[in-house]
């Protein structure tokens, strides 16, 4: 039931037109970031207003609408955004990928293939990709217009030189459409590969940074790296426990006092469809860990 | 008048908007694929799909250009009373409105700075035919190429070559409309005269 | 199933039963009222309007309530609700000059025309628990007298006269509106005097005291600090003039600082000034002190490097809305990230050989 004390999902009429305003922008420069009048929003900031602002101001009543966070519909934050739209909007919920038309995430790209028919929006801490190596927005909006992007290969170059490899393992910076260098939010770089050509339209949303920036289906992503150290996109070297993936990003789950790992799907909607499909993984052979 | 004025606007704001956003933000993610878009009863000269846009995204915020025939008393008074959004000449719109040929030249508008390059104008081009032919469109939004039928292709090629600042274009024929970001790399198709049907 | 934890939302429906219960505490103990906090608990109702960016004594008191006596929620809930109000228009500039002061001191003068008035103030109470407060709340009278009627005058306008200060001149042009506008910089001065009267007051506190140590120091001397009422106006455009809508509370602080000057100019104090609504006296001083230290370069003075000087550093990380809440969600799973993290310093541990050393060792 939508909730008649506030306007059809929440945001007032005049915020929901300067939100699309900066969308619409966003899209016609795609990686760029648009700066927006982030609103207070009644959760708090760091905990998805920027998403949910972004959601609010593309939903229609006839949206069907999925939230994760790490990839589970059913972590308390997840819960918590879902049922806010659920309230004031009234939109229907799902949590299977493919039902969504609407997806809002925080720090996952679903495994299974999204759809021309589909929109992802994550949800974004620290937009700006240069942050940790220059603080100031006066510099790292300077080093984007003139496409100045030295300082990141060097931070990068620095890491293989130490550790042998580029020791950025989540929020892997990417280029986009050969212009400008994207946080694609602190997704791990397992899922990059799927930023780039995906057919669903991707909208990333930072509230408290005040920031919009938007992929267009179809949008060339690529990975920043090195010809001699070339982008991997890595996960855990184990198949999922459950269902037996073995081409889904693993969470690993301490099982026992004795350090008992278990590793299984950390998109749940995946690993819950594969077993419904009888797939099974190697833990049903050790009732224990699935108790 | 008055009465007309008053009359034409969405009738469930925000559902209405939200669905024709949806239209709009569908175009302008996907250069050249043709959606429909309705709730909007502008007066004459615009287009359902030109007054569903303006009352989609435009208010007391949003400086207007209005170009040529679109400059009428009627469409004044309108979009006075449902977006309240101030009139301009075309320097300082943020968005501008009117046929192909009315709007020129392109070289008056914003078309962003190097540290924000979104602040440039977004036009909304009156168009008497909108169809998937003509010019053959590639970039982001489109999986490999589109057609459409732009009314000139020169303009959009020297546009492109701004990027990332320019201008935006939504092309908008009857209740249905397309659009063209900056980003979009324009290209005359093989074998093909140069469409002068395409600009009225 | 052990990994997918199911029951996210019976898991927060029952923690926000238990946090409604909590906040109600011991029966046993008569509730609160929100007209007991309003009138008993007013300097914080004051905090939380000042930061919360809303003039409502009775909502701030439910905010206090709701929250538990946590300003920051308190502040947090004042500023969602403020936010989905629609705005009527913007009040004619208050005349702080015509203020009703329960409070005015200088402490550059003696005395001075409208007199130094302490009122309600702990200034010089000695910091002695009153245990018959805990016994009974019952209070005498205060002494009063008749006001003196007339405007009270700035103490800046005195010197002013002499052209012993910076002219602050008149400006008309509307200020920017950091709630309906994304922060940008360089800031002006007026986006930055917005940006401080909602800016946390121990924030803002710890920057002024900074700057008092040496770090940006100005020689600040309280010109004026006074609290009180102003009129509220609006422009009707029907009507075609302002009509007083109400009145607020307000605390005004003017510094006098350290003068500049050159060869051409002679000699002149410079300002600082904190504006914030309520009796928020420790903040409007906080506030005038960074004003001023944030103003070294209108001023041609150097940039020591110091915190209160950097503009971006202030107001980026005054608010505590904005603070509070990227710092409380780290308490949110991260466990997709710290997987690949812990991936990739496995495999740099396994290519230093470091696994082997450990085996070694057991």
């Known amino acids: 039931m939508t909730d008649q004390a506030y306007n059809f999902a929440y945001l007032d009429e005049q915020t929901k037109r300067m939100i699309r305003r900066a969308i619409l922008k966003g899209l016609a420069i795609p990686g760029y970031q ?154 791990p770089k397992f899922d990059n590969p799927k930023l780039g050509d995906m057919a669903a339209i991707q909208l990333f949303g930072a509230g408290r940074e005040q920031r919009i920036y938007a ?61 419904a499909q009888g797939h099974q993984g190697p833990a049903f052979l050790d009732s224990e860990a699935v108790a | 008048m008055l009465a007309d004025a008053l009359a034409g606007g969405f009738d469930t704001p925000a559902t209405q908007s939200a669905h024709a956003f949806r239209s709009v933000m569908e175009a302008m993610a996907r250069p050249g694929a043709i959606q429909g878009i309705q709730g909007g009863a502008p007066p004459a000269p615009l287009s359902v799909a030109a007054g569903t846009v303006l009352l989609t995204l435009c208010d007391t915020d949003t400086p207007i250009y209005l170009a040529g025939k679109a400059d009428h008393s009627d469409v004044r008074a309108w979009l006075a009373f449902h977006t309240g959004a101030p009139l301009t000449g075309p320097s300082h719109a943020m968005f501008a409105i009117g046929d192909w040929d009315a709007l ?61 600042l320019g201008l935006d274009f939504i092309f908008t024929c009857g209740d249905r409309l397309a659009a063209l970001p900056r980003s979009t790399v324009v290209s005359r198709s093989h074998g093909e005269a140069a469409p002068a049907q395409g600009a009225f | 199933m052990y990994v997918a934890v199911k029951g996210g939302e019976q898991a927060i429906e029952s923690a926000h039963a238990w946090l409604a219960e909590e906040r109600r505490g011991d029966l046993n103990i008569a509730e609160l009222s929100i007209a007991q906090i309003r009138e008993q608990l007013k300097l914080a109702v004051d905090r939380v309007m000042a930061e919360g960016s809303l003039y409502d004594p009775d909502l701030a008191a439910l905010a206090i309530k709701q929250s538990r006596g946590d300003l920051i929620e308190a502040i947090f809930l004042i500023r969602a609700y403020r936010t989905t109000l629609p705005r009527f228009g913007a009040s004619e500039p208050v005349d702080t000059g015509a203020m009703a002061c329960d409070r005015r001191i200088s402490a550059t003068f003696k005395d001075l025309p409208g007199g130094q008035v302490l009122g309600p103030t702990f ?45 602050a001149p008149h400006d008309d042009t509307p200020p920017p509106d950091l709630t309906r506008e994304p922060l940008e910089m360089p800031a002006d001065r007026a986006l930055r005097l917005q940006a401080l009267t909602r800016a946390d007051e121990g924030f803002t506190l710890g920057l002024a005291y900074s700057t008092q140590r040496g770090y940006a120091r100005n020689h600040a001397f309280v010109g004026e600090l006074r609290i009180g009422k102003v009129a509220v106006e609006m422009d009707i455009p029907e009507l075609g003039f302002a009509i007083e809508i109400g009145e607020v509370t307000l605390t005004e602080c003017e510094t006098v600082n350290q003068f500049k000057g050159s060869k051409t100019e002679p000699p002149q104090f410079t300002r600082g000034y904190g504006l914030v609504f309520g009796q928020s006296e420790r903040k409007a001083i906080s506030m005038a002190l960074v004003d001023r230290a944030l103003r070294w370069e209108e001023l041609g003075e150097d940039n020591v490097g110091a915190p209160a000087q950097d503009t971006e550093f202030v107001l980026y990380h005054a608010d505590n809305i904005q603070a509070t809440g990227f710092l409380e969600h780290i308490k949110l799973p991260h466990y997709v990230d710290f997987q690949s993290e812990l991936e990739l310093v496995r495999k740099l541990r396994r290519e230093a050989g470091a696994d082997q050393v450990q085996e070694a060792a057991e």
């Open chain 1, 34 to 187: 648009v700066p927006f009048a982030s609103r207070e929003m009644p959760m708090p900031y760091g905990w998805g207003t920027g998403g949910v602002q972004v959601s609010a101001a593309i939903l229609t009543p006839d949206d069907t609408f999925k939230v994760i966070d790490q990839g589970a519909d059913d972590t308390t934050n997840a819960v918590s955004i879902r049922s806010f739209f659920e309230r004031t909007a009234g939109v229907a919920t799902t949590t299977a990928t493919s039902a969504a038309s609407v997806i809002q995430t925080r720090h996952r790209i679903p495994e299974e293939p999204l759809t021309e028919d589909q929109i992802l929006v994550y949800q974004v801490p620290i937009p700006e990709p240069l942050r940790f190596l220059e603080p100031r927005e006066s510099e790292t909006r300077k080093m984007h217009s003139l496409e100045e992007y030295g300082l990141m290969h060097v931070k990068l170059y620095e890491d293989i030189s130490r550790h042998g490899h580029i020791a950025t393992s989540y929020a892997y910076p990417v280029k986009v459409e050969e212009r400008y260098v994207m946080d694609p939010s602190p997704i």
């Open chain 2, 104 to 164: 020129m030249p392109l070289s008056s508008y914003p078309i962003g700075t190097s540290e924000y390059p979104d602040r440039s104008t977004t036009l909304i081009v009156e168009c008497a035919e909108l169809e998937a032919n003509g010019t053959t469109l590639r970039g982001p939004g489109i999986n490999s190429k589109a057609m459409l039928s732009l009314p000139e292709t020169r303009a959009f090629q020297d546009n492109r070559a701004l990027f990332p």
């Open chain 1, 215 to 275: 992929l267009p289906p179809y949008t060339q992503v690529v990975s920043l790296d090195f010809e001699d150290h070339p982008f991997e996109a890595t996960k855990a070297d184990q198949v999922c426990g459950l269902c037996g993936a073995t081409d889904s990003y693993l969470d690993e789950v301490i099982v026992d006092d004795a350090g008992g790992r278990l590793f299984c799907c950390s998109d749940t909607d995946y690993c819950t469809a594969r077993r």
């Open chain 3, 123 to 167: 200034d010089y109470t000695h910091r002695l628990l009153d245990f018959k407060l805990a016994a009974d709340g019952e209070t005498p009278d205060a002494p009063s007298r008749e006001s003196v009627p007339g405007d009270v005058p700035h103490v800046t306008e005195f010197l002013n006269r002499e052209g012993l200060i910076e002219e």
